[in-house]
């Protein structure tokens, strides 16, 4: 039986090697736009549970089908990782904002009489 070898395995040659035979393969694919929805939807899935095991090799990715099919293909895959980006930065600044600040948070209950 045979080992699989996971993408963290891989070294940037191979990972470039893969994804030559993808755009290969992609170059036979008559529905281009049925690509692109299922390739988003994909992409989306795997930046927002932070399964991508290399953003090098999802933008390899990106760049190879840029060359392939133009700017406006790519456009919204893009801007998908500078939305992460700006969420993460985001998210950082919160964090640094709640550790220098000693707001305390009260709740008030009171009772609601007829």
Same mark, same amino acid.
């Given at each position: 039986?045979?080992?699989? *070898? ?6 940037? #040659?191979? *990972?470039? *090697? ?9 170059? &036979? ?18 930046? /927002? ?8 090799? #999802?933008?390899?990715? /990106? ?9 406006? &293909? ?33 709740? &008030?209950?009171?009772?609601? &009489?007829?």
């Amino acid at each position: 039986m045979r080992a699989q *070898i996971t993408w963290a395995q891989k070294t940037d #040659e191979e *990972i470039d *090697i893969v994804l030559e035979k993808t755009i290969t393969v992609f170059r &036979f694919v008559a529905e281009k736009d049925i690509f692109e929805r299922y390739y988003k939807s994909h992409l989306a899935k795997r930046l /927002l549970f932070n399964r991508s095991t290399s953003d090098d090799a #999802e933008r390899g990715m /990106l760049a190879k089908l840029k060359v392939e099919c133009g700017y406006q &293909f790519t456009q919204k895959l893009e801007g998908m990782f500078h939305d992460m980006k700006l969420s993460g930065d985001t998210m950082e600044a919160y964090k640094e904002h709640l550790a220098h600040t000693s707001v305390c948070l009260i709740t &008030f209950l009171t009772p609601y &009489f007829n």
